[in-house]
Structures are given as structure tokens and as C-alpha cells.
């Protein structure tokens, strides 16, 4: 591998990935970056190499800079770029000249049509800027020359080449397959991850009028398009599908023109006679359809290199946003270079860390949206109406409210249709989901909300006190529409804590009847018993004084599915024999019992979180050799057979669920997404009516992957795939979280677990928040409630007239 920094001799170039210091003789001008002439190569002329040549010689117009192009102009590949209009006042600002010509030629747009299942769905809002990709390269080409960058057409720059040494920076604008990336792909710190689907860049003179998603089934499967005018004449129509359709349709052994005519006669309907065309003449055959490759890099600069656009990172072209990251990097690379009070190494770091955070962003939304394409099997059961506001909320980045500004009519008319289906048909109104009851059994909710089981750690001998009188009280009156009790233990030994509530005698089902009565008498939230056993997490301390740890005296012996212990600070418990199933399986259904007597109105039992059930079904910790351990289904046996005893003990009218930890976070050495599917339909065969979907806490060594409704994904697959009701919970804390979740199927019910330890009456406020009034408000409160919606009405509107 050539070291490209060998023989520099103009600036003086901290190596400023850190492990070494490199050292040059200072330029006869001192031209550090910032402060004098920089000699530059820009391999590549794509958007990120020609942008970034014009800023910096916007910057200094003394700046030498080449660009290194292998293609002619005019040769391209691809055909249209979307834009959004903060990308445009970004350019604007930057460069007027180019930006106003490029705006001049923008086509715009507003409406969204999804075609699917003979319907067209039209909501509007959506604001597309687009344009070709060809005529952008010209339009940048042209003001590159006018500002002196030296153009160098049909110039393969290879990395190899000695001249790169004679440039102080060398810029790796060459795209997703850089060449300059891969010559130091160690440096880099390259993450390449190929994905599932097939895609053809395509385009044709159809002008749509629309940005057009088109949904074909065919016999070999799912086979799609997305669609957008970027021209008076032309549109991009780019057409994806699964790998197995791909293979299924003989894509694999067709030439690229056979695939061009397959997706012209598939997609006729909506050409109107116009053709298909690929500007891909180079990749023959089957080569012409991609895999999505996104691209991520730990560091973006090795040596007198630094990466800018595509060849740093990558993001589905389904959100429409590389274009965008090239230009805003150029900006900002550009920005930091020409600040004289920068080193070079400050210069480039700030530069990094500040565009690695938003390319993060949008790749994790970009992740989403990929992730949606890929799964598109789980959605086409659902009703058009709400299989396009799925696609549209798909990448978490437009939310229930981000929909309303855009087209409120639209928003109105799925709010409509979500509450006729809530309701049978009763009622038929424009409101939002997460007040839409819901129904388990003979059991009606209020509302989608509920709160999540949370332990208090507040019992003595497990009885639950007036903390907890007080503390379920004000969470019943805070308008949710289902309360979980906290892990609620079915034994002394199996508590985590001394601390934990229980449900072992009629002196602990006394206790609870009071606040179940308190809860019944003063709301209309329903109340849901968890049932748990704490299994090798036991005999711990409360959660304030360091949950999991192990207690500093009187700790007694505990069991799990093996003798493996939760930590190295844990105790080693003992494997349970078939004599200790059936002791604890009976003592579950002793705890339903009291449960019933008690008066709740569900039972939940916890399977999830590395507790003794869950460490039966996470391989992770259930080394088991007998009919207990190995196979999924073995590891599922014990947990089964509880669940089918309490399902016994319950009455029939009364409406069960499970929770469950959707994935260990350990890869495919743990529980997968996949398995969770399995498991939730062997507890709705025992009768299951809801699917708890939680995730992870099963093992010591996870690994999760935290951020907005995190675990929500997982209640998709769960409900989508195994067609079951499911609860998401996990870092759900707005109103308009709930809203976009329920109303895109993603989940039937909602839980939120910190936010109400917090904020008791968080379904109160978000109803006030959403101006919505058909709520229980117990009658005590109504003045209050009254006053902060009217409080939130003229702040709106105090908010609305400032605009003006
Ligand atoms: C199907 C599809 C649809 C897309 N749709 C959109 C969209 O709607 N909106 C959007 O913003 N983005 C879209 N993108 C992404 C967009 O094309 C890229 O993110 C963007 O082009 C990145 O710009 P770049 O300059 O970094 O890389 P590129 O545009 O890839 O430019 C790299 C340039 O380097 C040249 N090159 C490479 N190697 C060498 C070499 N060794 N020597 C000389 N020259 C070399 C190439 O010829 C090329 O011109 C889409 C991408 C795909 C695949
Ligand atoms: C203090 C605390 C105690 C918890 N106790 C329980 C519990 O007893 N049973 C249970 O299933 N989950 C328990 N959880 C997990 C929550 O129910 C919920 O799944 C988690 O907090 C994520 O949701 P959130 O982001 O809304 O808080 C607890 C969480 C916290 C923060």
C-alpha cells in the first residue's frame, strides 16, 4: 500500500488519525489550511468532488484544485436526486450562483401516490425538490471551471500513483466503490453491510405527477417501484424486490434488456406506453440489479486523505438523502479548512465529528426505511389506507403530527378509519388512535395506553403497603387505560429483591384487593396482575442500591433452568429438578387464584428479562441436556406448562398476556427477532391474548441498540408475522409516539414505563396536548384539566400569531 504522504513537503500535516505525527518542511508561504494556498486533488467528479472544489474556492480563490473524473463529461449513471428544501437553503447560502440555477431548474412536488392492491392512495404535503442528476453535474461542472478548478475528464485516478503525494490533501470524493477507501481499508475502519433486496436504477419519459411507490404482486412475489419526475420529460423509476422474487422471476439469468422489458410489461399500467431505459450499459446482465451496500467508516481521513460524500457513507436511496450528505459534507469540509484558528487535525476533526453525527441520523432512519422494504411480506395484509401511512411513517423520521401539517385532510381520514375498526364500526371519528379502546376477551380499555410493570421495590415480606395504594392510585387516575403491577413474586425465594411485592398468601391478596378496589372505584383503568419468579436474579438488592448485585447479608439459595450464574459477583443457583418445576408451576397458579380473588382484571405472567422463565428459553443460560434445554421448543416446554396451568386457573372471560424478551441482543447466539415470533405463538396457542414485547436483560454481555421506540420493531415483527395482538414499550415517551405506532399496526397496545414514573397523569396531558376531550377525568380534576387545555389552546395560538 503506498503511503500517500510520503514526499509532501508544502504544508506541514499532523497525521491526525491520532497513532502517528508526520511532520513535513514548512511551505516556502507557510500555507497552512486556513491561512495560505492549498494544492488539492479531488479524485472523483461526482456531487461531493465538484461541491467541495467550489467551496473551497469560494473560500480562497488562490486554493490549486483539481478534479480527477474516469468518466467523460457527460457520461453518468443514475437519473434524477430528490432534495429537501433545507438542503437547498444550505446550498443557497453557500454558493447563490449555483444554487440559483439549480433552483431554477428544480421540478417540485407535493403528492405521494401509493398504488397498491388496485388502489391509489394520495396524501399530499411532502414538499420533493428534484432534479437530474446529469443536469446537476453540469450545472456544478460549469461554476467548478468559472472558479478555476481544473477539470480532468475520462481520468482514472488509481491510488497507487505516486503523483498523490504532491497534493497536501487528497480528496476521496470516488463514491461507494472508492478506490482511495479500499487502498486503506484498515485505516478507514470500513463497515460494509450488504443488504437483502434487489434494485435497477431505471428511467423513462412518463412524467409523474406524483412521488409514485407502485406495488405489483406477481407470482414470483412482490415486485415494486419508486417513482419521481426530476424533469419536464423524465422521470427516475427505480424498481426493487426480494432476493428470492428476484431469483423466482429468472432476473438472475436475464440480460439487462430482458429485465428492462419484464419491468416495462409489469409496470405498464402506470408508463402510460412510455419505455423503461437504464443508463447502465456497462454492468452486463444481471449486474445492472444491486444490493444496497450501506457504508460506514470509523475514521474519514488516513494520511493526506480524507473522505467526503458516498465513499465515507452511505444511505438508502429510499430516503433520498446521499446527494444531500455529499453537498452538506463539501460544505462543512470546506468550513473547517478555512479557518485560520484550526489546525489541520483540529480542522479535519471537527469536520468528522460533526457529520458523523448527522449521517448517524439519517442512516439510522435510512435503516428503517430499508429494514421496511425488506419486510414488506409483514404489511401487505394490511388495508391500503394503512399500509401506505405504514410506508410513510416507515422511517421514523415523519411522525402522526408531521403528517397532520402536511395534509390534515389525509391524517383524517386514516384517524377515521382506525376508529372504525377500533369500534366495529360504532364510531367513525377523527381522533387520535391511542384513545381508541381496545378489547381482550371480555376486558374493555379505555384507551391504547398502558402503564408498564414497573417494581417499587417497596414491600415487606412482599405485602404491598400504601406506597403502593397511593402510587397505582394516582397512575389509575392519570387516564391510562391499562395498569401493570409491578413484578408481583409467586414465592419468598422468588423475589429479586426483599424488597418485592408477592402474591404467596391471602394476606398478600388482601393487600392487593384494597388497591385493586381503590383503582376500580375511582377510574376506568383496568388492572393487570405480572406474575414472576426472579430465578438466578434473585436475592438481590433493591434497584437504588444496585440492582442485580448480590445481597451484603441473608441471601438465600436460588434456581434456574442451569446451574449458570447471572454475573461473576452472583451466586451459582441450582438447576431446577422436575420436582422444583412442579413446585413453582403450582405456586403460579396458587398466585392466579389470589389474583382472582383479589379482583384484578388480567394476568400477565413475566417471561422475560432473564428471570427463572426466561432462563429457560434464552440459550444463553439454559444449558439443559433433558427434555428441558436444547431445542427452542424444549427450552420453551416449562415456560408452557405454567402458562397452560394459570390459563386453567383463569376464568375463560379473562384475558391473559406474556411478556417477553424479543431478542437476547447477542446476535444469532441468543434469542433472534425471529425466535420471538415462535415463542409468542406457542403462548397464544396456550390462550395468550396479548404479547408483552419486550427485549434483552437476559444476559450479562448484551448488547442493545438504544434510541427512540427502540423495541417497537420488534412488536412489529411479532404482531405482523405471527398476526397477534402485541404491547411495544421502550422509550416511548411522546403522544405522538403512541399515535404513529398504533396507527401503522406496529403495535395494538402502547406501555410507557419511566415517563409515568414520572408523570402519573401522562395520558391526561397528552390528551389535553391533542385537544381531545372524550376522556374519564375523575371529577376532582376536571377544573384542572380544564385549565391546562386552555393554557395549551393560547399558547398555540400565541405561537401561531408570532409567525405571522
Ligand atoms: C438507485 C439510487 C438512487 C439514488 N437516489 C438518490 C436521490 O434521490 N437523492 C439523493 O440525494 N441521492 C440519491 N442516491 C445517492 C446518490 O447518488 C449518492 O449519494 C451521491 O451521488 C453521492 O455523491 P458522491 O459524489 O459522493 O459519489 P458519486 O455520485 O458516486 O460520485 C463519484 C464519482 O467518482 C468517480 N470515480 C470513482 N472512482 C474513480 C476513480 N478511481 N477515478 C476517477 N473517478 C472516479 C465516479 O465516476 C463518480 O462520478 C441514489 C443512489 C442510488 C444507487
Ligand atoms: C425502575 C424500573 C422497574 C422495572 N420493573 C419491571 C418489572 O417489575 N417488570 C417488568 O416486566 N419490567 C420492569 N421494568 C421494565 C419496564 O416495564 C419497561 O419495559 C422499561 O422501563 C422500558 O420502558 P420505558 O422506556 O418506557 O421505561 C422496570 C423498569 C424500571 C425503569
Avoid at 423509476?237 to 410489461?265: L, Y
Wanted: overall charge negative.
Amino acid at each position: 500500500m503506498p503511503c500517500l504522504t510520503h514526499g509532501l513537503s508544502r504544508i506541514a500535516v499532523q497525521n491526525w488519525i491520532g497513532a502517528r505525527i508526520l511532520a513535513f518542511a514548512a511551505p516556502p508561504n507557510d500555507a497552512l489550511v486556513g491561512g495560505g494556498i492549498v494544492k488539492i486533488a479531488c479524485i472523483g467528479g461526482g456531487p461531493a468532488g465538484l461541491y467541495f472544489a467550489i467551496s473551497m474556492k469560494l473560500r480562497d480563490p488562490a486554493h490549486q484544485i483539481e478534479i480527477f473524473e474516469r468518466n467523460a463529461p457527460g457520461v453518468t449513471f443514475g437519473w434524477g436526486v430528490v432534495f429537501s428544501d433545507l438542503t437547498v437553503d444550505n446550498i443557497m447560502r453557500n454558493d447563490p450562483t449555483s444554487a440559483k440555477t439549480i433552483r431554477a431548474e428544480f421540478t417540485h412536488w407535493d403528492d405521494i401516490d401509493v398504488h397498491y392492491r388496485g388502489e391509489t392512495i394520495t396524501s399530499g404535503g411532502h414538499g420533493f425538490i428534484g432534479i437530474g442528476r446529469k443536469r446537476l453535474l453540469e450545472i456544478l461542472q460549469e461554476r467548478a471551471r468559472e472558479l478555476g478548478v481544473i477539470l480532468h475528464f475520462s481520468a482514472e485516478a488509481d491510488p497507487r500513483d505516486a503523483k498523490w503525494h504532491d497534493y497536501d490533501l487528497v480528496i476521496a470524493s470516488d463514491g461507494a466503490n472508492s478506490r482511495f477507501r479500499q487502498a486503506q481499508a484498515e485505516a478507514f475502519g470500513i463497515d460494509i453491510d450488504v443488504r437483502r433486496n434487489r434494485f435497477i436504477w431505471l428511467g423513462t419519459s412518463k412524467v409523474f405527477d406524483a412521488f409514485t411507490f407502485a406495488f405489483e404482486e406477481t407470482e414470483f412475489g412482490w415486485i415494486w417501484a419508486h417513482a419521481y419526475r426530476f424533469a419536464p420529460d423524465c422521470s427516475t423509476f427505480i424498481v426493487e424486490c426480494s432476493e428470492k422474487t428476484w431469483r423466482s422471476a429468472g432476473f438472475d439469468e436475464m440480460s439487462q434488456e430482458e429485465s428492462v422489458d419484464f419491468c416495462e410489461r409489469l409496470f405498464s399500467k402506470y408508463l402510460d406506453g412510455h419505455e423503461l431505459k437504464s443508463n447502465a450499459a456497462h454492468l452486463r446482465g444481471s449486474a445492472a440489479w444491486l444490493n444496497f451496500r450501506r457504508i460506514k467508516c470509523e475514521r474519514w481521513t488516513a494520511a493526506n486523505v480524507v473522505l467526503l460524500g458516498d465513499a465515507a457513507h452511505t444511505a438508502h436511496f429510499s430516503i433520498g438523502s446521499g446527494t444531500k450528505l455529499a453537498l452538506e459534507d463539501s460544505i462543512k469540509l470546506a468550513d473547517v479548512l478555512s479557518r485560520p484558528e484550526l489546525s489541520l487535525e483540529a480542522a479535519i476533526d471537527e469536520y468528522q465529528a460533526e457529520r458523523s453525527v448527522e449521517v448517524l441520523k439519517l442512516q439510522n432512519s435510512a435503516r428503517n426505511s430499508t429494514e421496511w422494504f425488506e419486510s414488506l411480506p409483514l404489511y401487505t395484509q394490511f388495508e391500503p389506507l394503512q399500509f401506505a401511512y405504514s410506508l410513510l411513517t416507515r422511517s421514523q423520521r415523519i411522525s402522526h403530527e408531521n403528517l397532520r401539517l402536511r395534509d390534515r385532510a389525509w391524517l383524517e381520514t386514516v384517524e377515521r378509519w382506525f376508529w372504525k375498526r377500533a369500534t366495529k364500526g360504532a364510531l367513525c371519528k377523527a381522533a387520535p388512535p391511542m384513545f381508541a379502546p381496545f378489547r381482550l376477551r371480555d376486558l374493555e380499555l379505555q384507551n391504547r395506553i398502558a402503564v408498564s410493570p414497573m417494581a417499587t421495590y417497596s414491600s415487606l415480606e412482599g405485602r404491598p403497603n400504601d406506597f403502593h395504594l397511593v402510587h397505582y392510585g394516582e397512575r389509575a387516575l392519570g387516564g391510562a387505560g391499562l395498569l401493570f403491577t409491578e413484578m408481583t413474586c409467586v414465592s419468598a425465594e422468588g423475589r429479586i429483591s426483599p424488597g418485592c411485592a408477592g402474591m404467596w398468601s391471602d394476606e398478600h391478596a388482601d393487600a392487593w384487593k384494597r388497591i385493586v378496589d381503590f383503582v376500580h372505584s375511582n377510574s376506568r383503568a383496568k388492572f393487570c396482575l405480572q406474575l414472576g419468579h426472579s430465578g438466578p436474579k434473585g436475592s438481590t438488592r433493591v434497584g437504588w442500591e444496585g440492582g442485580d448485585l448480590p445481597l451484603n447479608e441473608q441471601n438465600w439459595p436460588v434456581v434456574a433452568a442451569s446451574d449458570l450464574r447471572w454475573s461473576p459477583v452472583n451466586q451459582v443457583p441450582r438447576a431446577m429438578t422436575r420436582a422444583d418445576m412442579e413446585l413453582v408451576r403450582d405456586q403460579f397458579v396458587a398466585a392466579v387464584r389470589m389474583g382472582l380473588m383479589a379482583e384484578f382484571d388480567m394476568i400477565e405472567l413475566h417471561a422475560a428479562h432473564g428471570y427463572l422463565l426466561s432462563s429457560f428459553i434464552t440459550p444463553l443460560q439454559n444449558k439443559r441436556t433433558d427434555d428441558y434445554g436444547g431445542s427452542l421448543a424444549n427450552r420453551l416446554r416449562f415456560p408452557l406448562e405454567v402458562f397452560a396451568a394459570m390459563r386453567e386457573a383463569w376464568p375463560a372471560h379473562k384475558p391473559m398476556s406474556v411478556r417477553i424478551s424479543a431478542t437476547d441482543w447477542a446476535g444469532d447466539d441468543g434469542i433472534t427477532p425471529a425466535d420471538a415470533v415462535l415463542v409468542a405463538e406457542a403462548f397464544a396457542r396456550e390462550g395468550a391474548d396479548l404479547i408483552d414485547v419486550s427485549a434483552g436483560q437476559t444476559w450479562a454481555g448484551q448488547q442493545p441498540v438504544y434510541g427512540r421506540m427502540f423495541q417497537t420493531p420488534f412488536s412489529d415483527r411479532v404482531r405482523n408475522e405471527a398476526k397477534l395482538a402485541t404491547m411495544a414499550v421502550g422509550n416511548i415517551y411522546e403522544p405522538d409516539h403512541a399515535n404513529s405506532i398504533l396507527a401503522a399496526g406496529r403495535a395494538d397496545l402502547v406501555a410507557l414505563g419511566r415517563p409515568h414514573l414520572i408523570d402519573p397523569f401522562w395520558t391526561l396531558r397528552a390528551a389535553a396536548e391533542l385537544d381531545y376531550h372524550d376522556i374519564n377525568v375523575p371529577p376532582q380534576y376536571l377544573n384542572g384539566m380544564a385549565q391546562l387545555s386552555r393554557n395549551l389552546r393560547r399558547d398555540a395560538q400565541g405561537a401561531r400569531s408570532l409567525l405571522v
